[in-house]
């Protein structure tokens, strides 16, 4: 969440006092969407500090309200929840925790009564923010709405400090509590620096100690604005253990996520904790995105794909309010199994919803596309451009996710979207082959569909014939990749491709 001026966030809750008579708030009219949505996945005021996740063939979602209130949406498709109501779950009444609620982070733990949803938030007083403390609530059975019991505050720093943005991380199964707090327990005016703890629970609302730093702000990206880490949250993957986080201050538009590693074998050690050298996502002025950071991530239905959420601003000019929106896009895993986030898509790209969903294909596979004349070749994107090189460098932009046809999804019929860069798909532009992003025209999803054909060289290989211009096949031309009619031996061959792994 972030750190902030009293007076900023002072004057941002007296514009945020929502009415609280009504259980259940509407959100706009319509229908829920198809499987394809356009983010933000839930817009403002109630959409910052977002947590997301899939359960028994739902979406829910929670996020910072500013208020005593605690909202929860639920929708069957990743775009549904945009117009799903906002059903209160509970209100705060405790001593020092009345308003402010940031940071939701819900979990499903066996606790003392079983299995259960575990609520964690961050609140404090109606006075901003110095109040801000943890806390936990507990499920009445497995149903993430609830209804909610208030478990009590965890004191997690000397003193019973300040502390935020609080999240379970379960490592060779025990349960701890990751959160950020001030390394002298007294903010940045006192030369703080906003950093990251861990403890282990003894239950899900009992920490067993206070916690052990494992990572400052000590990097020029993680200093803009304020040196800030915080959000932390857990990401695994093959056997390895990865906290993502937020850093920089929110209120720039420099506010980015970074990521340590469990390179060691206690997670209550510092020295277990690896920094990766780079942030993993951050500003992209292009797709106009802004301080994207604060996020969770979550798993398609079918269980084969990882998906982030996260806020981000649509303006560099704005910072830690309510202009924040939740927005979601589908990551990727790098072939030394450090996790890829990509770019943060624009508004405007179109991008399919996570596999299984209602709606959409199972399982996708991910290919790679072999030149038949230049074996050594592969088809990968650099700068939107595409074409064969014999080193693809990074891997991934030599890998495409194979979907069914956007104009025409009868079988035969593909379109190839980059891992690592969703929502953008191969498409003819002049004849010219481009990575560009799927903006939902009937033009674009012509353009970006092709017919797998026996190969035009070799009839155990592949060609792919475009669907709009059917007289033309995709080929290399000087390396490059183009549509053309093809007459001849040499068009044949640069016209044949294999899919590989």
Same mark, same amino acid.
């Given at each position: 969440?972030?750190?902030?001026?009293?007076?900023?966030?002072?004057?941002?809750?007296?514009?945020?006092?929502?009415?609280?008579?009504?259980?259940?708030?509407?959100?706009?009219?319509?229908?829920?969407?198809?499987?394809?949505?356009?983010?933000?996945?839930?817009?403002?005021?109630?959409?910052?500090?977002?947590?997301?996740?899939?359960?028994?063939?739902?979406?829910?979602?929670?996020?910072?309200?500013?208020?005593?209130?605690?909202?929860?949406?639920?929708?069957?498709?990743? =775009? %549904? @929840?945009?117009?799903?109501?906002? +059903? #209160?779950?509970?209100?705060?009444?405790? !001593?020092? $925790?009345?308003?402010?609620?940031?940071?939701?982070?819900?979990?499903?733990?066996?606790?003392?009564?079983?299995?259960?949803?575990?609520?964690?938030?961050?609140?404090?007083?109606?006075?901003?923010?110095?109040?801000?403390?943890?806390?936990?609530?507990?499920?009445?059975?497995?149903?993430?709405?609830?209804?909610?019991?208030?478990?009590?505050?965890?004191?997690?720093?000397?003193?019973?400090?300040?502390?935020?943005?609080?999240?379970?991380?379960?490592?060779?199964?025990?349960?701890?509590?990751?959160?950020?707090?001030?390394?002298?327990?007294?903010?940045?005016?006192? =030369? %703080? @620096?906003?950093?990251?703890?861990? +403890? #282990?629970?003894?239950?899900?609302?009992? !920490?067993? $100690?206070?916690?052990?730093?494992?990572?400052?702000?000590?990097?020029?990206?993680?200093?803009?604005?304020?040196?800030?880490?915080?959000?932390?949250?857990?990401?695994?993957?093959?056997?390895?253990?990865?906290?993502?986080?937020?850093?920089?201050?929110?209120?720039?538009?420099?506010?980015?996520?970074?990521?340590?590693?469990?390179?060691?074998?206690?997670?209550?050690?510092?020295?277990?904790?690896?920094?990766?050298?780079?942030?993993?996502?951050?500003?992209?002025?292009?797709?106009?995105?802004?301080?994207?950071?604060?996020?969770?991530?979550?798993?398609?239905?079918? =269980?084969?794909?990882?998906?982030?959420?996260?806020?981000?601003?649509?303006?560099?000019?704005?910072?830690?309010?309510?202009?924040?929106?939740?927005?979601?896009?589908?990551?990727?895993?790098?072939?030394?199994?450090?996790?890829?986030?990509?770019?943060?898509?624009?508004?405007?790209?179109?991008?399919?919803?996570?596999?299984?969903?209602?709606?959409?294909?199972?399982?996708?596979?991910?290919?790679?596309?072999?030149?038949?004349?230049?074996?050594?070749?592969?088809?990968?994107?650099?700068?939107?451009?595409?074409?064969?090189?014999?080193?693809?460098?990074?891997?991934?932009?030599?890998?495409?996710?194979?979907?069914?046809?956007?104009?025409?999804?009868?079988?035969?019929?593909?379109?190839?979207?980059?891992?690592?860069?969703?929502?953008?798909?191969?498409?003819?532009?002049?004849?010219?082959?481009?990575?560009?992003?799927?903006?939902?025209?009937?033009?674009?999803?012509?353009?970006?569909?092709?017919?797998?054909?026996?190969?035009?060289?070799?009839?155990?290989?592949?060609?792919?014939?475009?669907?709009?211009?059917?007289?033309?096949?995709?080929?290399?031309?000087?390396?490059?990749?183009?549509?053309?009619?093809?007459?001849?031996?040499?068009?044949?061959?640069?016209?044949?491709?294999?899919?590989?792994?």
């Amino acid at each position: 969440m972030g750190s902030r001026p009293r007076s900023f966030v002072t004057a941002v809750v007296a514009a945020l006092v929502l009415s609280v008579s009504l259980v259940v708030f509407p959100g706009p009219g319509g229908a829920a969407p198809g499987a394809s949505f356009q983010n933000p996945v839930v817009g403002t005021p109630n959409s910052a500090d977002p947590w997301l996740g899939y359960h028994d063939g739902n979406y829910y979602y929670a996020a910072t309200t500013w208020t005593g209130n605690i909202l929860i949406r639920r929708a069957p498709t990743l =775009g %549904g @929840l945009r117009t799903a109501p906002e +059903t #209160r779950v509970f209100t705060m009444s405790q !001593p020092n $925790a009345t308003s402010n609620m940031w940071a939701p982070s819900l979990h499903l733990l066996d606790g003392p009564n079983g299995r259960r949803w575990y609520l964690y938030y961050s609140a404090g007083p109606s006075a901003c923010c110095g109040g801000q403390r943890q806390h936990v609530l507990e499920s009445a059975g497995t149903d993430p709405m609830g209804p909610y019991t208030y478990r009590g505050q965890l004191v997690l720093m000397p003193n019973n400090g300040w502390s935020i943005d609080g999240s379970v991380m379960t490592v060779a199964g025990v349960n701890y509590f990751v959160f950020s707090a001030f390394t002298n327990n007294s903010g940045f005016e006192n =030369g %703080g @620096l906003q950093a990251l703890y861990v +403890t #282990r629970l003894t239950n899900p609302w009992t !920490p067993a $100690a206070p916690g052990t730093l494992i990572s400052e702000p000590t990097l020029a990206w993680e200093r803009q604005g304020n040196p800030v880490n915080e959000g932390p949250y857990l990401l695994q993957r093959g056997g390895r253990t990865f906290l993502t986080y937020s850093a920089s201050y929110c209120g720039t538009p420099d506010y980015k996520i970074g990521a340590l590693e469990l390179t060691g074998t206690n997670p209550l050690n510092r020295s277990s904790w690896s920094k990766l050298p780079d942030p993993l996502f951050q500003r992209n002025d292009a797709n106009g995105v802004y301080g994207p950071a604060h996020h969770t991530f979550f798993t398609s239905p079918d =269980g084969t794909e990882d998906w982030i959420v996260y806020h981000a601003n649509s303006s560099s000019s704005q910072g830690c309010g309510t202009t924040r929106t939740s927005r979601a896009q589908r990551i990727s895993w790098n072939p030394d199994g450090t996790p890829h986030l990509g770019v943060p898509v624009a508004t405007s790209t179109v991008l399919a919803g996570p596999s299984g969903e209602s709606g959409n294909p199972g399982a996708v596979p991910v290919a790679r596309l072999q030149s038949f004349n230049f074996p050594d070749r592969h088809v990968r994107h650099q700068n939107h451009a595409v074409r064969i090189d014999p080193t693809v460098s990074p891997a991934l932009d030599g890998r495409f996710r194979v979907v069914p046809g956007l104009a025409n999804a009868a079988a035969g019929y593909v379109s190839f979207e980059s891992v690592n860069f969703p929502g953008h798909y191969l498409r003819h532009a002049d004849y010219v082959l481009r990575l560009d992003p799927n903006n939902g025209s009937t033009t674009f999803r012509a353009d970006a569909t092709f017919r797998q054909v026996a190969g035009l060289a070799d009839p155990s290989w592949s060609s792919f014939q475009s669907y709009n211009f059917p007289d033309r096949y995709v080929r290399h031309n000087n390396y490059v990749l183009r549509i053309d009619p093809i007459s001849t031996d040499t068009g044949r061959a640069d016209a044949t491709f294999r899919r590989t792994s």
